[in-house]
């Protein structure tokens, strides 16, 4: 077999014996792209990349048309956490704060918070968002209480982040099928969540994705699907800061234009990208009829 790609890279998997599915994320590159962009302390750079991380694991194992996010909106000290991967597994997020951070960032701590997972295309206006009871400090934990209700199903969840890798690993007991036996079927994924019990974070980040689960789950008749490439990536384009700045109105756009001598700029939080937009190019965006479902914001 030809060497598998070790970074930016989501695996699925079956543990045959056992009858549990997995899907295991490892960012590289497309991490360190994404903790790049802002001056992140320790405990937020770490949530970040498991947020980061985790918005790919989600994707395992769902038809995604669009994107995949994860956001957390709090009245603490963390104001703003998103993250988000594309269908074509682009991957890309922030985290707006204010100094000083509590640490460690215990999301069950954070005054007001709401955490949301959003699955489907913004342009279409298809959009299916659930929310997640953050009664756990981590992010692992919350997300795998979030799973367990929505799907009716057991899941494990492991997140780690460090400088130079995020990775997440989400196991599913699937769902038994007929002529199954139910005892038989607790006691193998008992048996897997004891196996997956012994992987520590410094494991989870160091190991090439496709030893790591033969090490693990070696007698579970591992079976790996065809992985798939992720990549750091924006979704941001002139249409989409073109339609945000038609949101704003008239009065606000004109504003923008005389306070910096009739030229806007608009700097991509995600990517860094500029757009710039004259006295002409506002005219003709504001003369627009606002398209139906534009989004309200640049992302
Ligand atoms: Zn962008």
Redesign the pocket.
């Known amino acids: 077999m030809d060497e598998l790609p070790v970074d930016d890279v989501l695996h699925r998997f079956l543990l045959e014996r056992a009858g549990v599915r997995g899907t295991l994320v490892r960012l590289g590159p497309a991490w360190r792209e994404v903790a790049a962009r802002a001056d992140y302390p320790p405990a937020l750079h770490a949530l970040l990349g498991e947020a980061l991380a985790a918005s790919a694991l989600l994707t395992g194992n769902i038809k995604l048309d669009g994107a995949l996010s994860i956001e957390l909106k709090s009245a603490a000290a963390l104001r703003l956490l998103f993250t988000e991967c594309s269908d074509h597994g682009r991957l890309?997020g922030l985290a707006r704060w204010n100094a000083p951070l509590p640490a460690p960032l215990a999301l069950d701590a954070l005054a007001d918070a709401v955490m949301a997972i959003t699955i489907g295309n913004v342009d279409r206006g298809q959009r299916y968002q659930g929310l997640v009871d953050l009664r756990h400090a981590g992010l692992a934990e919350s997300l795998e209480g979030y799973f367990v209700q929505s799907e009716q199903l057991p899941a494990r969840i492991l997140l780690a982040a460090d400088g130079e890798h995020a990775v997440g690993l989400m196991l599913q007991k699937m769902p038994g099928e007929g002529g199954h036996d139910a005892v038989q079927d607790d006691d193998a994924w008992n048996r897997v969540v004891h196996l997956t019990a012994t992987l520590g974070a410094a494991e989870l980040l160091t190991s090439a994705p496709e030893q790591l689960l033969y090490r693990l789950y070696h007698e579970e008749s591992v079976r790996l699907f065809e992985p798939r490439p992720l990549a750091f990536g924006?979704?941001?384009s002139r249409e989409r800061v073109s339609a945000m700045l038609r949101s704003l109105g008239r009065d606000e756009v004109e504003a923008a234009l005389a306070a910096r001598d009739g030229e806007i700029e608009v700097i991509?939080e995600?990517?860094?990208?500029h757009y710039h937009f004259d006295r002409i190019d506002a005219e003709h965006l504001l003369s627009m009829a606002a398209a139906p479902g534009a989004p309200g914001t640049a992302q």
């Not at 995600?270 to 990208?273: E, G, L």
């Open positions: 890309r924006c979704s941001c991509c995600f990517c860094a990208q």
